[in-house]
């Protein structure tokens, strides 16, 4: 395989990696990965030490793995909020970029958003809430969102965050697992030309109380008695002193699919940002005032993670409120002179298929990130020359994980829809179906990583990511459920799930959760969800097995039904490709169901 990028001399020697590589004393990246995976105490050490990490009590240990390298501690004995390190930069200094579909490119102070986030923390003291109240946020990602986000973990409250895609229904599990006192919404979301209601669906999701940040005072009729107006909740006063908690204390729950039904809650803590800063700032080459742009939302990991990775690395959040595939985006790129731009391959398919984004001058660009989705490597070279020839750091890791454990970098050739190398700060092997070592397999993660969840709300955490698992050369191993490729050249390539989760429009769902939908149908017996991958590579499709019931429809019918009901019960964005009829699921003889052979069975329908 072809590099479509070699980093020339001075974009090498301005790398915040070269710098780390030359105050150690190290001639190449791979001996520095080498000791980053081998001294983990070192690097992360002095990794907080680069970020400038804010403590109101230094720590006594920086990692403690006296429960074991499951639950190590990092930071051991540390008072802090991590918020505090999110405002390093000049007072004057442009924290977040916005624009809405119709208006101009708006800037944002350090300052001002500083004195936002103090007055929303003040209110949830009027509201009466105390540290470790959780709350939650359901709404697009705006300055209002990211300001709630933050004054949430300034004032001591775990942040739940969902995605304003999902379902009432979805919406729903993820309140009761969590229970918020306070929830935050929009009434109403803009996307390709509608207006959709969401406060409609939070209230049909039975949330407590809830705020309402009003994007359409035209059509919202009447709130709840209960609830009330986001500016009706925001007090006047814009001073706050942060609550100082344990590295360890919980500030946001995320949610992942495994391959049960029900999502998993997993809870980020103080020490996590420092993963998505540390990311930030070794692979995507994060500097100070660089504006970085990632279309995301704060219900998955790439939310908090663009907040966290932008501003404690004193860069600027750009946000656009649209839908990022038409004129209006690129334009936004464009005007807000975005330096880091990260995509799900599948936004750059449609740019690919309409020239979109053709028109626009993005030559701020200095790499653009892709994360979500295996990618396709003509689509990536097509992203690469809309900046005129840009690297792509391909990025792989997950919600548990605060960051990637795969990647890439600004000093090694950049080769389409691959990895260049492990995540700095870590370790992982790839083991066989009889668990040896293996060029092509399933990643097992070498503990301890900062970063690195230690809980699950609604599951046992040690079954989930240990048990079973066996050792590597007397080390403990973390399943996380990728397979990958190593490369006769070091480099890496996605290989798709080993479990049955997959990811779709760049949202990791189970199957089972799709079955469990799709089994409502009258004409369902019973189904099987696989995910399959383009024969050229690129995002998986979702493609539905059913055992059908006598219903007198046509199978286009049935794919028709089906496809609305995911849309109504689970997420838009889950899109099926294909419908196909069998008259026995094949099972194992413990009765699992074999999505492998569903796979191979594929080419003949």
């Known amino acids: ?222 709130l709840r008695n209960s609830d009330l107006y986001f500016d009706e909740f925001l007090p006047a006063n814009d001073q706050f002193k942060s609550v100082i908690q344990d590295p360890d204390t919980t500030i946001t729950v995320l949610f992942s699919s495994g391959t049960t039904g029900e999502p998993k809650a997993i809870p980020w ?41 932008s501003l404690i690395n004193r860069a600027t959040v750009a946000l656009y409120y649209g839908a990022p595939m038409g004129d209006g985006f690129g334009a936004f790129v464009q005007d807000a002179q975005v330096n880091m731009l990260g995509v799900v391959p599948s936004i750059v398919r449609q740019w690919k298929n309409t020239g979109s984004m053709e028109a626009f001058d993005w030559s701020k660009i200095n790499c653009f990130s892709s994360t979500g989705e295996a990618s396709n490597p003509e689509e990536m070279k097509y992203l690469m020359q809309l900046a005129n020839n840009r690297p792509i750091i391909e990025y792989c890791g997950g919600t548990e994980i605060g960051g990637g454990y795969v990647t890439s970098t600004l000093v090694q050739p950049n080769i389409a829809s691959t990895f260049s190398t492990q995540a700095l700060g870590g370790e992982f092997i790839l083991l066989d179906e009889n668990h040896q070592i293996s060029k092509k397999g399933e990643m097992f993660l070498i503990p301890p990583i900062m970063g690195l969840s230690k809980s699950l709300l609604n599951r046992d955490h040690y079954k989930v990511y240990y048990e079973g698992i066996p050792t590597y050369k007397g080390k403990v191993l973390r399943k996380h459920g990728d397979e990958l490729m190593e490369l006769e050249n070091g480099y890496y390539k996605a290989q798709g799930r080993a479990d049955d989760a997959m990811n779709l429009g760049g949202i990791k769902v189970s199957s089972i959760q799709i079955e469990e939908v799709i089994n409502q149908l009258e004409f369902v017996k019973e189904s099987a969800a696989i995910a399959v991958s383009p024969s050229d590579g690129g995002p998986s499709q979702l493609v539905l097995y059913i055992v059908p019931l006598a219903s007198g429809l046509s199978v286009d019918e049935k794919l028709k039904r089906a496809k609305t009901i995911i849309k109504e019960r689970l997420n838009p964005l889950f899109k099926v490709e294909k419908l196909i009829e069998i008259e026995s699921l094949p099972r194992t003889a413990s009765g699992k169901v074999m999505r492998r052979t569903l796979r191979d069975l594929i080419g003949n329908y």
Not at 99 to 105: I, R
Request: net charge neutral.
């Open 1 to 222: 395989m072809e590099a479509s990028w070699y980093p020339k001399d001075d974009v090498l020697k301005s790398s915040n990696i070269y710098q780390m590589m030359l105050s150690n004393n190290f001639d190449t990246y791979k001996e520095f990965w080498r000791w980053s995976a081998t001294e983990k105490e070192s690097f992360w050490e002095q990794t907080v030490a680069n970020l400038h990490i804010q403590f109101y009590k230094r720590y006594t240990s920086f990692l403690d793995v006296s429960k074991g390298v499951e639950q190590a501690s990092w930071l051991k004995g540390a008072k802090l909020n991590i918020v505090d390190s999110c405002f390093q930069n000049d007072d004057e200094s442009i924290a977040l970029i916005f624009q809405t579909e119709e208006g101009p490119v708006k800037k944002v102070s350090q300052l001002t958003l500083e004195k936002y986030v103090n007055r929303i923390a003040n209110g949830f003291v009027d509201f009466g809430l105390v540290p470790g109240d959780r709350i939650a946020i359901d709404m697009p990602m705006t300055l209002e969102a990211v300001a709630i986000y933050l004054a949430g973990i300034k004032a001591g409250h775990p942040v739940v965050t969902i995605a304003d895609s999902f379902s009432s229904n979805e919406i729903e599990v993820r309140l009761k697992i969590t229970k918020p006192k306070l929830v935050f919404t929009q009434d109403f979301l803009k996307r390709a030309g509608k207006v959709l209601p969401l406060y409609e669906k939070v209230v049909k999701a039975d949330a407590p109380r809830t705020v309402v940040i009003q994007e359409n005072k035209k059509n919202l009729s009447s």
């Open 269 to 309: 803590t103080h020490s996590t940002p420092i993963k998505c800063a540390s990311d930030g700032y070794y692979h995507h080459n994060i500097q100070k005032d660089d504006v970085v742009c990632w279309p995301t939302n704060l219900g998955w990991m790439m939310g908090p993670w663009l907040i966290f990775a």
